[in-house]
């Protein structure tokens, strides 16, 4: 197991690359899901300089989802599927990206000062175990390039023992 992250590379695409094995690493004989999220919430912070915010989101019963590990201010404890951007990423299945948090109906905000925020599912054995979330105090802070980094993120995340 590693103890640490580090990134070589200034742009954003290869610094996803670059943590994806430091993640596997990370989760390598480790079961505790609660730790695994924890990490891997303090790792993607590192990743992400423009993040305010990274959590998990975790489905529980049929229609809601609860916080989970985070780094950064308190946040909403509880979001129904379908409300929000993060209820709104579980309930369609898919990665949202939202460049001004203002513009999206419905938006939930935990903290004022967020402006931006992209959300991407985590699925296991065909269903959506919880949302990886990130928000950033500056507009248009995720794009395309985060989306598709973070997919593999998730990807690896529904790997976990939920």
């Not at 993060?86 to 935990?110: L, S």
């Amino acid at each position: 197991m590693s103890d640490a992250v580090a990134f070589q590379a200034t742009d954003k695409s290869s610094r996803y690359r670059e943590l994806v094995p430091q993640l596997a690493a990370l989760f390598e004989g480790e079961p505790d899901l609660v730790a695994n999220l924890a990490n891997a919430t303090a790792a993607i912070r590192a990743c992400v300089p423009l993040a305010s915010w990274v959590g998990f989101y975790i489905a529980r019963g049929a229609g809601e989802l609860v916080l989970g590990p985070f780094q950064g201010n308190v946040a909403c404890v509880r979001i129904a599927l379908g409300r929000g951007v993060c209820g709104t990423a579980a309930a369609e299945r898919r990665t949202v990206v939202v460049p001004d948090v203002e513009k999206f109906p419905g938006h939930i905000a935990c903290d004022a000062g967020s402006r931006s925020e992209i959300v991407v599912p985590i699925v296991k054995a065909g269903r959506v175990v919880a949302v990886l979330d990130l928000d950033s105090y500056e507009l248009a802070a995720f794009d395309d390039l985060d989306a598709a980094g973070l997919a593999p993120i998730a990807e690896l995340l529904g790997t976990l023992a939920w």
